[in-house]
């Protein structure tokens, strides 16, 4: 058997792949999304990344990620439009959301009746959020 089996979209699905945690990042900084990336994949994760709301509600239909992480403050559809539209299609609760946000104008405990997981300000440490993936993943 090959390490390698053809779908029928035609692209192979490597056996490595199947079981790995995917994480969406929808983040609208570029630098921060590729640290992400990089380290989150290099501690196993399976990694989709979105600039903004309407990105990432994208690739959440399409990829159906096991945690989500969320800026809150970005352009176009932001984080709060991306909470408000999981709510309006009963999405919300279905995966667990780390909202990881530098300036939180809102009180932390409205943030977390709206659905999401959890809240890890920006800066933050990387092994700490890594723990929170691993612990919210299922």
């Known amino acids: 058997m090959s390490e390698?089996?053809?779908q029928r979209t035609g692209h192979p699905t490597r056996?490595?792949?199947v079981d790995r945690?995917?994480?969406?990042v929808i983040?609208?900084?570029?630098?921060l999304r590729g640290?992400?990336?990089?380290?989150?994949r290099q501690h196993g994760?399976?990694?989709?990344?979105?600039?903004?709301?309407?990105e990432g509600q994208r690739a959440l239909t399409i990829h159906q990620p096991h945690v989500i992480l969320l800026d809150l403050a970005m352009p176009e559809v932001n984080g709060w439009d991306f909470l408000q539209h999981l709510q309006e299609t009963?999405?919300?609760?279905?995966?667990?959301?780390?909202?990881?946000?530098?300036?939180?104008?809102?009180?932390p405990q409205t943030i977390l009746q709206m659905g999401v997981s959890a809240i890890l300000p920006k800066p933050f440490n990387l092994l700490e959020l890594i723990d929170l993936i691993e612990h919210l993943a299922p």
């Open 90 to 107: 009963g999405r919300i609760g279905k995966v667990p959301i780390i909202v990881v946000s530098a300036h939180l104008r809102v009180d």
């Open 21 to 24: 945690k995917r994480v969406l």
């Open 45 to 54: 994760f399976q990694v989709i990344l979105a600039g903004d709301g309407a």
């Open 27 to 31: 983040d609208d900084d570029l630098p």
């Open 35 to 40: 640290m992400l990336a990089a380290a989150l």
């Open 4 to 6: 390698a089996q053809p």
């Open 15 to 17: 056996l490595a792949d």
